[in-house]
């Protein structure tokens, strides 16, 4: 079976959602196979028969992120205070609806993914937005001066960034502790790209700023890295004390578990596949880079800035006459299908998030659609 054939075969959002003459580049799954060690973990399960109750590797899982963190990113977390969550969001809103209440204000760096604003309005607390530069930098004086209008409660951050592929820099973590210490703010550090930091950038987590340490909520998943979103499984650290002590008074299936088969994959990809996400962050680096060469060569109008991290790419279209809502006219007229940038909030407009994790064939493929709606647009 050709790649191709295998992903179109597959029954995942990314393969199923447009028809079979669309090129899907717009979820954040990646195209290529799991680590067939993650595959073997779970169907061992499987083969025993071995589908009771069974908290064999979830117990584990506390010890082996530790393990992870230190190695790969230097942090010493405390695993008396991680929790298991079905997801990266499930972790986000369960601390929002234990330690914060509704009409509070929640601070986000827009745009940023989408999730996140319906998160917070769903919880009934309120968008705080701080207005990211194009290359996802954001001023510190816009942060205090948003900070001290709105007295927000939290700040939820996408570090490293999606969409723009940006590692946060210690300068900025000191400027949120500035304002975290001030405004006393819990801070939510979503870190599910961290471990697709490309060389040779280098992820920082928040918690390694000495100020946030004792504020922070610091969020990792194997979802994004070793491509099992499916698998519904996200850990969460509570540096922040008052936290810890809410969820250990909270009743235990309030909060829930993910499954066995989940907890045995992403398990195994911690304790066995460094390699193997190694590899991919090597070919996600090429990915970028070959997207680079070729906007520059045929559709130089089109703004690129290479990701820091992850396989996200945010591109600005505004020079191309493609209007507002660029990704709908691409999928429309080109049968691709991108993530049009004015659903991340203020600053998406204009823009498209594209995908590069996947073979050197589609991806030209991806790319040859992209440059030839560019180029029918012409410019503004
Ligand atoms: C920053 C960020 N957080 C969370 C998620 C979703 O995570 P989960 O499916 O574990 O809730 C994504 C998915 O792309 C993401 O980019």
């Known amino acids: 079976m050709s790649d191709i054939e295998r992903l179109r075969s597959t029954l995942g959002h990314k393969w199923t959602k447009h028809g079979p003459d669309v090129l899907p580049a717009f979820v954040a799954d990646m195209d290529f196979a799991p680590d067939p060690r993650i595959g073997a973990a779970i169907s061992d399960l499987l083969d025993r028969g071995d589908l009771g109750y069974l908290f064999h590797h979830l117990d584990q899982l506390p010890e082996v992120w530790h393990g992870w963190m230190r190695r790969r990113h230097g942090v010493d977390l405390d695993v008396e205070r991680m929790w298991n969550f079905t997801g990266a969001l499930h972790a986000v809103e369960a601390v929002l609806q234990l330690m914060t209440q509704p009409g509070d204000g929640i601070v986000i760096f827009t745009p940023v993914y989408h999730v996140f604003q319906k998160v917070i309005e769903g919880g009934s607390r309120t968008v705080v937005g701080v207005p990211l530069a194009p290359d996802g930098s954001f001023d510190p004086d816009d942060l205090d001066r948003v900070c001290d209008a709105a007295s ?20 900025e973590l000191a400027a949120i502790a500035d304002v975290a210490e001030r405004h006393d703010l819990i801070v939510f550090s979503d870190e599910v790209w961290a471990d697709l930091a490309l060389a040779p950038h280098r992820h920082l987590p928040t918690v390694a700023e000495p100020r946030l340490a004792d504020r922070t909520i610091t969020i990792g998943a194997a979802s994004k890295a070793f491509n099992l979103a499916g698998l519904s499984c996200a850990m969460a650290h509570f540096g922040h004390e008052p936290t810890q002590a809410a969820f250990d008074a909270a009743p235990d299936h309030l909060i829930g578990r993910p499954s066995s088969l989940s907890a045995a994959g992403v398990f195994t990809a911690w304790s066995e596949c460094e390699d193997w996400l190694e590899a991919t962050c090597r070919q996600i680096a090429v990915n970028t880079t070959h997207l680079e060469r070729r906007l520059l060569a045929e559709a130089p109008h089109v703004g690129y800035r290479p990701p820091e991290a992850g396989y996200l790419t945010w591109l600005d279209l505004r020079q191309t006459g493609l209007g507002d809502m660029p990704a709908e006219r691409i999928l429309e007229d080109h049968k691709l299908a991108l993530n049009e940038g004015d659903e991340f909030g203020v600053g998406g407009t204009g823009f498209v998030r594209l995908n590069v994790a996947t073979y050197p064939d589609i991806l030209d493929e991806v790319i040859d659609r992209l440059v030839a709606a560019v180029n029918k647009a012409g410019s503004p």
């Open 152 to 171: 927000p409660k939290a700040i939820l951050m996408s570090q490293p960034h999606n969409p723009t592929g940006r590692v946060t820099t210690p300068d």
